[in-house]
C-alpha cells in the first residue's frame, strides 16, 4: 500500500476507518501540536484518540436539543457506562471546580405506536446514554473517552443519530424502559414500521390444527415483529442483516476460544467448535469464558473494576514498559499502581520484597510480548509469586496473539484488541477478556461477571468482526512469515529479543513470533529519512492486513519523551506492523528506506 496524502483514512475511502494517514514525520508532529493545517485535513484518527466525526456530530445534535451553548456532550453506549462517566467527572471536578456538575440523559426507542419502532429496537439496540458537562472540561471527557474505550462506535452514533432525527429515539420517561444493551429486553409494545417497509408471510408449511382467535393473535404478532425488525435494518442498516448480530458474537467467541479455526459462513457454524476446546490448553474452557467489548482498552478497563469488585479496592501492578492507557486505567481508577517500567529480574525481586514485608495487590497487569519493546516477561515467576502472595494474573495478548503463543495456562485472565490482527481490516474496533476456569478467582469473577457485565458491543460492529476474522488463521502464518523475513538481529523482534527464552516458554508448536517490530537509529535525521522512505501506510493502530509503520513514540509519548526514554523507549522509534503483502517486494522496500539513511550519512 503507498503513501497517502495527510489526514486520509487507512484504508483509503474506508467508511468507519481506525488509521489515518500521517505520511511525514513532520505530519505527525504537526498533529501531536495541534496544528491547524494538519487538523483540517483529517478526515478520521484513531478512535480512542481523534473522536469521529460521526459522533461530534450527534454531539452537536444533542446539545443543540438539550444543552447550552457552554456545554458539549459524551456519548455513551448504557446508563450504567454514563454513571462512569458522571462518576469520574465528579471525582475531578470536586478539586477542579467546586459544585460544578454533569446532567445524564438516557435516549431509548420510543414505544408511540405511531413515532416508534418498538421491539424491533431491542433487536439492534439502538440506544445512546449522553453525559452533558461544561465544554471548559473537555480534557476529562476525552481522558475518560481515551482511557476507558466505552465511547460509543462510530456505526453506532451513525445509526443512533439518523434515528433520533427520525424521531425513534427520545429521552427516557416513566413510560419508556430501558432496553438493557446486553440481549436481555424489556418489555415493550410489539410495533411495526411504516407501511411501505411491510412485508407478506408464507407459511412454512400446512396447518395442522384449526386456526383460533389466539392463533390469529399470535400470528399478527410475530408479523409486527417481523416486520419492524425488517425495518430498523432496510433503514439504518446498510442492507446488513443486523438480527444476526448475536449468532456473529457467538463465532467470535468461539474463535477466540480457540475453537472455530476454519472459515465458515454464519449459516454454517451453529454446530462447529462447541466441544472442541483445546487450543488454549485449559481444561473446562469454552467460549461461555468469553466476553466481548466495544474496543481492547474497554476489556482491560472493564478487567480492573470486575477484579476490584470481587476482589476490593488494592493497588495493582504495572509490569513492563505498557501500552499507555493500561498503565492510566491502573492508575486513575482505584487506589493506585506499582509501576515497573523495566519489567526485569530486578523488578520482580522488588516485587517479591514488598510482598515479603506485608504489601498486597490486586492484580499484575502485563503484555506478552510488550508494545512497542517485543520485551517478555518472565510469566512462570510472575505466576509464582501470584500464587504464593494472593494476586490476579492478567495478560494481554494482543500481540502475540492465541495462535503464536499460549499463555492462558499461566493467567487469570486473558485480555486482547481485537481491533488489530484479529480484525485485519482496519475498519472495526472491539475487544475481549477471557477467564481461565482453573484461575482460583475464577468462582467470584465468574459471579461478578453475572451481575455487572454488560454486552456493550453494538451489533454491526460485531458483524464487520465476524465478518473479518474468519481468515484469521491463514493472515498470521503469513504476516509471521514476512515479518521474520524483513527482521534483523538489531531491530525489537521477540526473536532477537534477550527475553526470547521467555517467549519460547509460551510459543505454540506452530507459532511463529508476530508481526510486530520496532527499529531505533544512530540520529533522529536518519529515523526522520527512513520513515519518510518507507512506502508503507503510515499512521496509528497495528495488526493491519497491510504493513503500517509509525513513529510509536512520538505519537504514543509526545508529551512525555523523556519518561519514555527512562525505560529504553527512544524518542526516534519507528514501529512496523508486517503486513500481507509480497515478501521480496517487502524486502524491497525496507532496502529502498535504508538506502535513504545511508544518503543522509553520506550528506
Known amino acids: 500500500m503507498l503513501a497517502q496524502e495527510v489526514g486520509q483514512s487507512i484504508p483509503a475511502d474506508t467508511p468507519h476507518a481506525v488509521s489515518v494517514s500521517l505520511p511525514t514525520w513532520k505530519s505527525c508532529v504537526g498533529y501531536e501540536e495541534g496544528e491547524e493545517g494538519i487538523l483540517k485535513k483529517m478526515n478520521n484518527g484513531y478512535p480512542r484518540f481523534f473522536i469521529d466525526k460521526c459522533v461530534t456530530s450527534f454531539a452537536a445534535t444533542l446539545i443543540e436539543r438539550y444543552g447550552t451553548l457552554d456545554e458539549w456532550a459524551i456519548l455513551l453506549p448504557s446508563h450504567a457506562v454514563a454513571g462512569r462517566c458522571a462518576s469520574f467527572f465528579q471525582k475531578y471536578l470536586a478539586a477542579l471546580e467546586p459544585g460544578t456538575k454533569t446532567r445524564t440523559i438516557d435516549l431509548l426507542p420510543r414505544t408511540d405506536p405511531e413515532n416508534g419502532i418498538g421491539r424491533s429496537a431491542r433487536r439492534v439496540s439502538p440506544m445512546v446514554s449522553v453525559v452533558i458537562y461544561p465544554k471548559r472540561h473537555s480534557a476529562l471527557a476525552k481522558s475518560f473517552w481515551q482511557h476507558t474505550g466505552e465511547g460509543v462506535s462510530s456505526r453506532r452514533a451513525e445509526l443512533c443519530h439518523r434515528a433520533f432525527n427520525d424521531g425513534f429515539l427520545a429521552p427516557r420517561t416513566n413510560d419508556t424502559q430501558d432496553n438493557s444493551s446486553n440481549g436481555h429486553t424489556a418489555s415493550h409494545k410489539s410495533i411495526k414500521g411504516p407501511l411501505r417497509y411491510q412485508k407478506a408471510r408464507v407459511a412454512d408449511g400446512p396447518e395442522e390444527h384449526v386456526r383460533t382467535r389466539a392463533d390469529s393473535l399470535q400470528e399478527d404478532k410475530r408479523q409486527k415483529t417481523d416486520d419492524s425488525i425488517l425495518f430498523v435494518e432496510e433503514r439504518y442498516g446498510r442492507n446488513l442483516d443486523l438480527s444476526r448480530a448475536s449468532q456473529a ?133 510472575i505466576r509464582a509469586l501470584a500464587d504464593r502472595f494472593d494476586f490476579a494474573v492478567v495478560v494481554d495478548e494482543t500481540i502475540g496473539n492465541f495462535l503464536n503463543i499460549h499463555v492462558m495456562p499461566h493467567a487469570d485472565v486473558v485480555v486482547s484488541s481485537l481491533t488489530k490482527v484479529f480484525s485485519g481490516d482496519s475498519n472495526v474496533m472491539g475487544g475481549s477478556s477471557i477467564l481461565n476456569p482453573l484461575s482460583c478467582y475464577y468462582e467470584p469473577l465468574k459471579k461478578k461477571m453475572g451481575t455487572e457485565y454488560e454486552d456493550n458491543y453494538w451489533a454491526e460492529d460485531a458483524l464487520f468482526m465476524e465478518r473479518n476474522s474468519r481468515d484469521f488463521v491463514s493472515r498470521i502464518a503469513r ?125
Open 479 to 603: 504476516i509471521n512469515v514476512n515479518a521474520e523475513a524483513i527482521c534483523m538481529k538489531d531491530v525489537y523482534y521477540p526473536k532477537y529479543s534477550s527475553t526470547r527464552p521467555f517467549y519460547e516458554q509460551y510459543r505454540s508448536t506452530t507459532g511463529g513470533y508476530g508481526g510486530l517490530l520496532s527499529v531505533t537509529f544512530r540520529t533522529s535525521a536518519e529515523a526522520i529519512a527512513f520513515y519518510d522512505a518507507l512506502e508503507t501506510a503510515k499512521g496509528p493502530s497495528l495488526g493491519t492486513n497491510f504493513t503500517l509503520s509509525s513513529p510509536y513514540t512520538l505519537l504514543a509519548h509526545y508529551t512525555e519523551l523523556d519518561w519514555a526514554a527512562k525505560y529504553g523507549v527512544d524518542p526516534d522509534l519507528v514501529r512496523m506492523s508486517v503486513g500481507l503483502e509480497d515478501t521480496n517486494e517487502l524486502c524491497s522496500m525496507i532496502e529502498r528506506a535504508l538506502t535513504a539513511v545511508a544518503r543522509v550519512n553520506e550528506a
Open 249 to 381: 458474537k457467538i463465532a467470535i467467541r468461539r474463535r477466540i476460544a480457540g475453537a472455530l479455526t476454519v472459515n465458515v459462513d454464519l449459516n454454517d457454524m451453529t454446530d462447529i467448535g462447541r466441544t472442541e476446546i483445546g487450543i488454549r490448553q485449559v481444561s473446562g474452557f469454552s467460549e461461555e469464558d468469553v466476553y466481548l467489548y466495544p474496543s481492547g482498552m474497554s476489556s482491560i478497563f472493564n478487567t480492573h473494576r470486575i477484579l476490584m469488585a470481587s476482589r476490593g479496592d488494592m493497588k495493582s501492578i504495572c509490569f513492563g514498559f505498557p501500552y499507555i492507557d493500561t498503565l492510566k486505567i491502573l492508575e486513575k481508577w482505584g487506589p493506585g499502581c506499582l509501576f515497573y517500567g523495566n519489567g526485569s529480574a530486578e523488578d520482580l525481586d522488588d516485587l517479591e520484597k514488598r510482598c515479603k514485608e506485608g504489601e498486597k495487590y490486586l492484580a499484575l497487569f502485563c503484555e506478552f510480548p510488550g508494545n512497542p519493546l517485543l520485551k517478555c516477561p518472565d510469566l512462570a515467576r
